[in-house]
């Protein structure tokens, strides 16, 4: 079974400019998470998809930051306009079931910001 | 605020003896722990878990302790391989006061196996 998969690896960006990263879960895994981890800093939960439903979005930094399941299969995480701040790697995750459950991680993305 | 705190950014362990990584929290309502680890331009892989009705879990090698009263969890590993050398990150979550589902991590411990 093909485990949590993200795109792209990598992503160097100006900044000001837009970056859409991607995240498909496991399939059949209906919670889908986004974590950040910038430089030096733990890993910070951003935001929880349930099925195509935001379940909690309390850890999004700004505005400037739109997640997207459309159809609560895989999901976009934009980045319009991007910062130097906005600088790390993005993990994305996913459960089965909520609760006392594993959250299964992707690879994740590193984006840089020039 | 932290409130996961691992305090050992690094540790060094022979090969075949045990390793000990420690971690701290400080939110009462965290009844879910998990231990994941890290390689360099990796995802974190889970390990193990425990939730605060237990206080001991075993998988194999790997063996995490709960002390609530401490609000302590440490993750035993023994014998120690050089294929564990890694970050490890303690990991907690709010299951039964109905919060949030996002996990809170520490900042990790490196651990290095030395032949």
């Known amino acids: 079974e093909a485990g949590v998969t993200q795109f792209p690896s990598h992503s160097v960006i100006e900044k000001g400019q837009t970056v859409t990263l991607r995240c498909d879960p496991i399939s059949g895994h209906d919670n889908l998470y986004w974590y950040r981890r910038v430089m030096g800093k733990e890993i910070k939960f951003l935001l929880h998809?349930?099925?195509?439903?935001?379940?909690?979005e309390s850890g999004m930094p700004n505005n400037r930051f739109l997640a997207e399941r459309t159809g609560g299969t895989y999901s976009t995480l934009k980045v319009q306009p991007a910062e130097l701040e906005d600088s790390g790697v993005y993990f994305c995750?996913?459960?089965?079931?909520?609760?006392?459950?594993?959250?299964?991680f992707g690879p994740g993305t590193r984006l840089l910001v020039l | 605020d932290q409130q996961v705190k691992q305090n050992s950014p690094s540790l060094s362990v022979q090969e075949g003896r045990i390793s000990i990584l420690n971690c701290d929290y400080t939110n009462s309502m965290f009844d879910y722990f998990l231990w994941y680890k890290k390689y360099p331009a990796e995802g974190p892989t889970f390990l193990i878990s425990?939730?605060?009705?237990?206080d001991k879990n075993e998988d194999g090698r790997f063996t995490v302790f709960l002390n609530k009263s401490a609000k302590h969890l440490s993750l035993h590993i023994v014998p120690s391989q050089p294929g564990d050398s890694a970050v490890y990150f303690c990991a907690a979550i709010p299951i039964s006061g109905g919060g949030a589902d996002g996990l809170t991590f520490g900042k990790g411990t490196h651990l290095i196996i030395q032949p």
């Open positions: 425990i939730s605060s009705i237990k």
């Open positions: 995750a996913s459960s089965q079931y909520r609760g006392y459950t594993t959250q299964y």
């Open positions: 998809f349930v099925k195509e439903s935001k379940q909690d």
